[in-house]
């Protein structure tokens, strides 16, 4: 039996969702480092993080050689799912990144279902609908920053699939145990994409940079990535996934959006003013979003380990 979410559980997942909003202005901040590098030090530094607080409170880490095995593939996709985010955020800019991953509710409500065998809920196709127009918005006005957002919504697609999959084991494990594996299976995916950079570091992409950190400043901005927006922001969203379904937890990330275009405009200035159809097509992705809870009239189950229904409650 599971608690029903307290309003300490709805803030940590909003406080969480504005530290995320944050990790793409570091990415900018991070420049001229590779985006594959700043994964590859913000996991390392996280693995290192997490194993310091696993030893001081005693864990045990044991998990089982199928879940072992599906922790560290699941890393692997989280690890992608950074590298094509900051890429996104280099390739146009953090608004449009930031707009791409608010997709992530539209690639839930297609791979929720097939993922968890449960039937398909007509109100979250047709605010996946919602969300595609927005996003055809996005398209027609910001047509020189397409590649950049077509960037961002694959790497919405992976946040949906992992977040998904953790869903599954955040009911048998401890979500630091989680996070060392995860964090360690990103780790070796970021490894693999830094020494496969080189290769790509042309003229012609333009977008491969410094390969390791150069700065003090820029280590500084790791550490800040590394503990608080990937140690901390992490755990604590995985231990949330006990309280709220899957869809719920990323329709709430899809808020990422609101708070990061603001930090980006105080931050950056006017790099970050875009046209007036870009900010029509995110009210639209947003409202489609922040209409869910309201237009839901079921509660949304989800599928145990076990077999059973996890009813959560909204409110």
Known sequence: MVNKPSFTDYFQLHFIVLIWGFTA??????????????????????????????????????VSDADLWGLLATGGLIGLHWVLFFLAARLSNVSVCLAG??????????????????????????????V?????????????KVVGLAVAVGSAMLSSLFTI??????????ALVISFYEMAGALVGALVLWLLVPYFD???????????????????????????????????GVRLLRKFSPYLAILTVNLEPVYGIILAVLIFGDTEHMTSGFYIGTLV???????????????????????????????
């Open 132 to 144: 595609m127009s927005g996003l055809y918005l996005i398209f027609r006005f910001e047509f020189d």
């Open 25 to 62: 202005i570091l990415g900018k901040l991070l420049e001229p480092l590779d985006s594959s590098a700043v994964v590859l030090f913000r996991t390392l530094l996280a693995v290192v993080g997490v194993s310091v607080v696993l030893l001081f409170r005693r864990q045990n880490i044991r």
């Open 165 to 174: 999959i953790n869903s599954r084991f955040t009911h048998r494990y401890d």
């Open 285 to 315: 992705i947003l409202v489609a979003v922040l209409a869910y809870p309201f237009l839901s009239r079921q509660k949304p189950t989800t599928t145990t380990p076990t077999g059973g229904d996890l009813e959560i409650d909204l409110h």
């Open 202 to 236: 042309t003229p012609v992409t333009g977008i491969v940079g410094q390969h390791v950190p150069h700065t003090a400043e820029q280590w500084l901005w790791l550490l800040v990535l590394s503990m608080v927006c990937t140690v901390y922001a992490y755990t604590v």
């Open 101 to 130: 991953m608010a997709t992530s509710s539209l690639w839930a409500s297609v791979l929720e279902p097939l993922l968890l065998r449960r039937r398909v809920r007509p109100i979250e196709v047709a605010l996946g609908a919602a």
